[in-house]
């Protein structure tokens, strides 16, 4: 069966601009995760749903970031006022409960100029 | 106190050897669990292996098999018969709380793994 997508793959965007990232979960999955990698480093927790609730944003770095799952499916996180610190790769995972493992999406690719 | 520690930088194992990958987490919960997820060039997260804190058993998925020490606080990966597709970034990550409550996963900074022919 089809596995997370993510879209857009790359984004690329000036500095101060507003940023929409996209998660399509495996069908079924009741929870969604977002996690943001660095350059050589390992993915760190941002966000996570159970259903259409944010479960835990523990790991949103500050109110430029905001993450909504209306439906319980698809997944949008936001970034406001983008830096060009937040240039990263944001991943998508699902699970098909909380607790079980995850399935990650490819990642988008965000470049802040 | 890091909660994932993988320290070693670089790993090279030739063609159909065995190699073991380290892994060392620091938690003060009694219910946990602990993954492996390779990280080919591609980018995208593959899920390898997983084992509970309560698992008796060493978990084993196919070349995979994952060395469980919880008094020393190690989860070492080991891939027997290395082919030259593991060639990857590996990552241990641990998730605090044995069930749903708390699930995210906390990873470690990675080791790559290259095999030789």
């Known amino acids: 069966g089809a596995g997370v997508s993510q879209t857009p793959s790359n984004k690329v965007t000036e500095k101060g601009k507003y940023v929409e990232l996209r998660c399509d979960p495996i069908?079924?999955?009741?929870?969604l995760y977002w996690y943001r990698q660095s350059l050589g480093q390992g993915p760190e927790f941002l966000i996570y749903f159970q259903g259409t609730g944010a479960a835990d944003d523990s790991g949103l770095p500050n109110d430029r970031f905001f993450a909504v799952r209306p439906e319980g499916s698809v997944s949008t996180l936001k970034i406001q006022r983008t830096e060009r610190g937040d240039s990263a790769v944001y991943l998508c995972?699902?699970?098909?409960?909380?607790?079980?493992?995850?399935?990650f999406g490819p990642g988008t690719r965000l470049t802040v100029t | 106190a890091q909660k994932i520690t993988q320290t070693q930088p670089g790993m090279f194992v030739q063609e159909k050897e065995a190699v073991t990958l380290d892994c060392t987490y620091d938690?003060?919960?009694?219910?946990?669990?602990l993954f492996w997820y390779k990280q080919p060039s591609s980018g995208e997260m593959i899920f390898l292996i997983y084992?509970?804190?309560?698992?008796?058993q060493n978990a084993t998925e196919g070349r995979y098999s994952l060395n469980f020490q919880k008094a020393r606080k190690s989860a070492n990966l080991v891939i027997s018969a290395s082919q030259l597709g593991d060639s990857a970034m590996y990552f241990c990550?641990?998730?605090?709380?044995?069930?749903?409550?708390?699930?995210?996963?906390?990873f470690g900074k990675g080791i790559t793994l290259s095999v030789r022919p």
């Open positions: 069908s079924g999955h009741t929870a």
């Open positions: 990550a641990m998730r605090e709380a044995y069930t749903g409550a708390n699930s995210k996963l906390t």
């Open positions: 995972a699902s699970s098909l409960l909380a607790g079980y493992e995850q399935y």
């Open positions: 084992q509970g804190s309560y698992d008796e």
């Open positions: 938690t003060s919960d009694q219910s946990y669990g």
